[in-house]
C-alpha cells in the first residue's frame, strides 16, 4: 500500500489528468487517492471507475498542454463521510469548475499512513466524526498548508459542549439560561448540585422543571428532559435516531448521578427544530423537523428519509449563521436553533454538514465552495477568473385560481372531555403534626395554604396513617368521627398508587376560634381554641374516553384545512400537518390551569398534529396556560352580584312544593326555549321530583352498601380504578348534601347529581345498579334548568353573567380575526422550495382555547344575545337561534368555531374581501338522546345555486382550495378511525373522499347534506353505532358534528359586535384592559397591511361560491409559543389603542 504514495506518482495522483485537455469539461472527475494504485480502485462506486478511463483516453487525443496548473481540492474524512450521497453529489458538481480537481483521501491512508505520505492538495476539506484522528489532519495542514475550509483546530471545542456554549456566549448569541456541573469521575459525590423535587440548583443556580440536561461530551446524545410533577413528571429521553425513534418518555425523575452535564432552561417551541446549514458567512439553508423531544417519533417519506421542510430565516436568524460560521472558523457547518417566544436561541453546534437530498442545496453549495476556492487560490496560480455575477434569485409570487377563498384563520373555544366526578371533604383538625405542616410551608402568611405537590401530599398521609394508628388504640367516640374521615383522607390520598399534581389537592384554613358551631348537638363535643379547616379536593380529571375524545376530535378537525398532496395525499387532513411543519400554520393552543384542561388541550394537539406517544411531552411543548388573566379561568369565589341574585332566584322557584304555574313559565324561561319549558314539563312540580331524585339515591346507596357486604364483589375495580367503597363515599356525601336539615333540598346539588349520575351510567353500567335510567332522566331535566340559568335567567342577566366570565376571550379573539396580516416574524415556508406545496404564501392562523362549561355558555350567550344579528331580517340566523335554543346541555367537548376565509380578488378595503363562518357543536352525544336531538341544519350547508357546481375531481389545484363538506369524515360517532390514529387507508385519497358529498342527499327537502351520512365507505368494518365506542374504554359516546350557525358574516360586523359587547360593561373593560395587558408585552411591530381598514366578506357572493374549505380548520389554543413570534400589527380598535404581541 505504502509504495505508490511516495514521490512523483503521489503528486501525479493528486494532480490526475493535469495535462488532459479542456475538451469535454463538463465530465465530473474525482479521484480517490494515489491513482496508480490498482487497489483503491476496488473502493471507487463504477461510475466513478467508468469516468477515469474515459479521461485517460481523453488524454491520448488531447495533446494541447495546458500552462495552468488545476487546483487541487483534497477530501481528507471518514469513508462513510467522503462517500456519503450529499458528499458525492457536490464534489460531481465541484468538478464542472474548469480549475478543479478532487481527491478523496482513502481511509486506510488517512488511518495507517504517516502524513508525509499524504496525498497533496492546494485545499483541505476535513472535519472530525467517529474515529477520525484529527490529531494527524492539524499535522498535515502544518506540513502542506493548504487553504482550509474547515478550520481543524476549532473542531477540538466543536466536541466539548462546555467550549461551544463558551464561544456562542462570547459572540453575543442567545442561548437558553445554562450552567455547567463538572464532576470529577473519582469522586462523584462532590459537585455543586442540590436536587428538588421540581427544581435542580447547579453551581447556585436554580433550572425549574421542566430543563434539559446534556452530556458535556458532544458525541454523546443521550440529552434528557425533565419534566414537573404538575405535568405528570418523568423525563423524555433522547438519543441518536434508531430506526423511527429519537426519544423515548421515561417515569424517572431524579437527574444522573455521575458524569458532568450542561443544565438549561426548557425552550417552549412549537414541536418543530429548526437545522441550520452553513457554506460560508452569506449562505444558510434551513429546514424544519418535528422536534424529538415531542414524541420521538421519526417521521419519515416513502423513502424512509425523515420528512424535513425548507423554512425562511428571519433576518436576525441569517446574522445569527454568519456569527456561528465566522466564530468556529467552519465554513461548512451545522447548528440548531430553537424559535421560543419570539426570538431564535442556538442549542447546539455540529460543525461540517450537509443537507440531505436537497438538489437546490448541492447546487448551491458546490457553487459558492467552488467560487470561494477560485477567489483565494486562483491569482496564486496565475488561472485567469473572475467571479461570476449570480442572476439574484426571483421570487416566486403565488395567485389562487378562481375566486375560491382561502382560509386565513380559525378560532375554536372548546371544552374538556370526559371526566371523572368532581368531589371534596372538609374536616376540622387539630393535631399539632397539622399545625407544623401548616407553618412549614408558610401558611400564617395569608392563612390559606394549597397542598398539590407529590411530597406535600405525602406528608399530609403520613400523617393520617399516624392518626388511625393511634386512633385504633383508643375507641373514644369524639375521634370515632374523625376516624370516618381520616380514612377517607387515606383512601383518597392512596388512590392510583402515585402522586401526580394533577388529580389532588388539599387546602388547609387557618380557623382562629375553630369552626362555627353548625347545630346545637355539636355543642358540648367542640373544642375551643384554634383549628385548621382541611379541605380535600379530587376527581374531575380527564377519564381514557376523555382523552380519545379529545384526540378524536383532534384528529376530525385536521379536515378543516385545504388539502394534501404528496406523501399525504394518502390520508385526509394532511393538508394541515404539512402547513404545520413548513411553518405556514400559526398555531397556539391556550388552556386554563385545570389540570382536566390542560390534558383535553394535549390530546387534541396529539390528534391535531398525528403525534405519538405521552401526553406529558406534548403539554409541556404545546399548551400554554393562559391562567394569568382570567382568559380561561374563573374565579368560582368570586360570582358577580348578578349572579347571586339569579341563583337566589332560581332556588326560590324550584323549591315550591306544586306545579309550575304559567307564572313560574314566565320567571323561569323568559326566553321561551323549548329546551327549558321540555325540562318544566318532565319535572312538573320541582319539589317532588326532587323526593323522587332523593329517593333514587338513598336506593342506589343501599344497593352499593349490598354489594359491598357480598364477598363476591367487595374487590370489585370500577373504571378509572375507583372502588366500591369511593363510589359509595361519593354517593351518600350528596344524599347527606341534597336534604338539608330543615328538610328542603339545596338546589346547588343538583349538577353534582347529574354529574355523578352521568358517570356511572356511562362507565359502570356494567354494575347492573337498578332504577339509574330513572335518577338519570330526573337529574337530567332539573340539571338542564338549573345549570344554563345560573347564567341568568332573562336575556340582560345573560349578557351581563356573560360579559363578566369572557370580555377578556372576546378581546383576545378580535385580536386573532385582525392579526391574521402575518408579517417577518411567522416562520415563513422559502418559495423557492415550495414547488408542492400548494401557495406558499398562504398562512393560516390556528387559535384553539380549552376550557370549561362556564366560559363555553358565556361565550355562546353573548352571540345569542349580545346582538351580532336580527333574527327577523336573517332567515339563516333564525334557523341557527331555534337550533340553539333546543339544545340542552352543553356537554363535554363543546366547540365553538370561528372561520375567516380572504377572497383574494375582491378589492382589499371592500367589506368583501373577509368573510366569517360560525359553527357549533354541542359535544359529546349523551347516553339515551338519539331520538330528540335538535337537528341543525347542516355543516357548511351549499346554496341552491351551487348543487351542480362540483368541483372537477381530478384537478388537485381545486383539491387544495375546496374540498366541500368533507369536513369531518364523523357524521355518526367519531371512532371511524379506530384502527389507526390516521386513516392510512391509502385507497380513501382525498379524490375519493371528496366524492363522498354528492350533493343529491339533499332529498329531505331541506338542503341539509349531513357529512357522511354513513362512515360506510371511509373504513368498511366501522358500522355507525350511536354510541358504544372503542374497546378497552368503557364507552366512548361520539361527538356531534359542528353546524353551521351562520355562513355569510363579514369580518367587519363581526368586529363591530365584539367591540359593542366588550365595550358595553365599563367595569368589565376595565378587567380586560388588565388582563391583556398581562397577556401581550406590547411591543408594536408595524404590520405590513393596516388592520384599520374595514375587513369585511361577502353577502351575496357567498351564495355563489361552492363553499369552500371544510370547516373544520382546528383552532387550538396554542399552547406552546407556537411558531409564531410577535405578529403585531398596531391595532386601532376603538377600544385599545396600543398594539399587542402575543
Known sequence: MSEPCEGPGARAGAGAGAAQGRGDRDVPRFVVGCEDDEQDMGQMEAGMKNEMFREEEMEDDDDESPSERQIVVGICAMMKKSKSKPMTQILERLCKFDYIDVVIFPEEVILEEPVEKWPLCDCLISFHSKGFPLDKAVEYAKLRNPLLINDLNM??????????????????????????????????????????????????????????????????????????????????????????????????????????????EFMPTDGTDVKVYTVGPDYAHAEARKSPALDGKVERDSEGKEIRYPVMLTAMEKLVARKVCLAFKQTVCGFDLLRANGHSFVCDVNGFSFVKNSMKYYDDCAKVLGNMVMRELAPQLHIPWSIPMEAEDIPIVPTTSGTMMELRCVIAIVRHGDRTPKQKMKMEVRHPLFFELFEKYGGYKSGKLKLKKPKQLQEVLDIARLLLDELGQHNDCEIEEKKSKLEQLKTVLEMYGHFSGINRKVQLTYLRNGQPKASSEEEDSKKDGPSLLLVLKWGGELTPAGRVQAEELGRAFRCMYPGGQGDYAGFPGCGLLRLHSTYRHDLKIYASDEGRVQMTAAAFAKGLLALEGELTPILVQMVKSANMNGLLDSDSDSLTDCQQKVKARLHEIMQKDQEFTSQDYEKLAPTGSPSLVNSMKVIENPVMTCDKVYTLIQSLTSQIRRRLEDPKSADLQLYHSETLELMLQRWSKLERDFRMKNGRYDISKIPDIYDCIKYDSQHNASLGLEDTLELFRLSRALADIVIPQEYGISKAEKLDIAQAYCVPLMKKIQLDLQRTHEDEAVNKLHPLYSRGVMSPGRH????????????????????????????????????????????????YMTQI?????????????????????????????????????????????????????????????????????????????????????????????????????????????????????????????????????????????????????????????????????CESSSEAHAKTMKALSGLFDSQSQTSLYSPQQPLSSSGSETSLRPPSQPLWHGSIPSSAVSSAGPSSPITESSGLNFSFSE
Open 155 to 264: 473542531q477540538y471545542f466543536i466536541q466539548d459542549r462546555r467550549e461551544v456554549y463558551r464561544i456562542l456566549q462570547e459572540e453575543g448569541i442567545d442561548l437558553p439560561r445554562y450552567a455547567v456541573l463538572n464532576r470529577d469521575p473519582d469522586n462523584p459525590e462532590e459537585c455543586n448540585l442540590v436536587e428538588g423535587e421540581d427544581h435542580v440548583e447547579v453551581n447556585g443556580e436554580v433550572f425549574p422543571k421542566p430543563f434539559v440536561e446534556k452530556p458535556v461530551c458532544a458525541e454523546d446524545h443521550n440529552v434528557y428532559i425533565y419534566y414537573p410533577t404538575s405535568a405528570g413528571g418523568g423525563s423524555q429521553r433522547l438519543f441518536r435516531k434508531i430506526g423511527s425513534r429519537s426519544s423515548v418518555y421515561s417515569p424517572e425523575s431524579s437527574v444522573r448521578k455521575t458524569g458532568s452535564y450542561i443544565y438549561e
Open 844 to 891: 393560516v392562523r390556528t387559535r384553539l382555547y380549552f376550557t370549561s362549561e362556564s366560559h363555553v355558555h358565556s361565550l355562546l350567550s353573548i352571540f345569542r344575545y349580545g346582538g351580532l344579528l336580527d333574527e327577523e331580517k336573517d332567515q339563516q340566523w333564525k334557523q341557527a337561534m331555534d337550533y340553539l335554543s333546543a339544545v340542552t346541555e352543553l356537554n
Open 897 to 1061: 368555531v370561528i372561520m375567516l376565509y380572504e377572497d383574494n380578488n375582491k378589492d382589499p378595503s371592500s367589506e368583501e374581501r373577509f368573510h366569517v363562518e360560525l359553527h357549533f357543536s354541542p359535544g359529546v352525544k349523551g347516553c339515551e338522546d338519539e331520538e330528540n336531538v335538535p337537528l341543525g341544519f347542516g355543516f357548511r350547508p351549499a346554496s341552491s345555486e351551487n348543487q351542480d357546481k362540483k368541483p372537477n375531481q381530478g384537478s388537485l389545484e381545486d383539491l387544495s382550495q375546496d374540498q366541500p363538506d368533507q369536513a369531518l369524515p364523523v357524521s355518526e360517532p367519531i371512532n371511524i378511525q379506530r384502527r389507526s390514529p390516521m386513516i392510512r387507508n391509502r385507497k380513501t385519497g382525498s379524490m375519493e373522499v371528496l366524492s363522498e358529498t354528492s350533493p343529491t342527499q339533499s332529498s329531505k327537502g331541506c338542503t341539509s347534506h349531513r357529512l357522511f351520512p354513513s362512515c360506510s365507505r371511509q373504513s368498511p368494518e366501522i358500522k355507525p353505532t350511536s354510541g358504544l365506542g372503542f374497546e378497552g374504554c368503557s364507552m366512548v359516546p361520539s361527538i356531534y358534528p359542528l353546524e353551521t350557525l351562520h355562513n355569510s358574516l363579514s369580518l367587519k360586523q363581526v368586529d363591530e359586535f365584539l367591540n359593542t359587547v
